[in-house]
Each structure stands twice: as structure tokens, then as C-alpha cells.
């Protein structure tokens, strides 16, 4: 299972968990309106090179740049 994040007009963006053969979101679990699905690049990948640690897209919970506690609403 994936985990993809969506945007509500009225709700805001949360994440939905679903298969990548599922099809996307087209309306929130929550007031039923139309959704966007997001791009976010917040994967994770093994690094073959080293010990094989994970390493994150992101910078860790809070961003320096912004007021927000996800780094991927705004980019950083």
C-alpha cells in the first residue's frame, strides 16, 4: 500500500492509503467534494552504498523556511 496525499478545497490536504492499481480519490472522505491528488516528495529509499541506511526526502518534522510541521507544503 501507498500512501498518496490529496487536497480538499474545503478540508485541506490529507494523506489516503491505497493500492498504486487503485484509482484516485475523486471526492473527500469527509464533505464528499472533488479532491486533487498531490505531488510530494517525501519518499524514502534504501541507499545501497554504506550500511544500507534509509534515508528520507525531508527534512526531518519542522521546517526552518516556513511556519509548517511537513516540509512537503512548501517545497523545502
Known sequence: ????????????EF??????TDPRLEACPTCGRKVERLVSGGQAFISK??????????????CSSCSS????????
Do not use: V
Open 49 to 62: 552504498g554504506g550500511r544500507g541506511s534509509i534515508k528520507s526526502g525531508s527534512q526531518g518534522s519542522s
Open 15 to 20: 494523506d489516503h492509503e491505497q493500492r498504486i
Open 69 to 76: 510541521s511537513n516540509c512537503g507544503s512548501c517545497g523545502h
Open 1 to 12: 500500500m501507498l500512501t498518496y496525499a490529496y487536497e480538499c478545497k474545503k478540508c485541506g
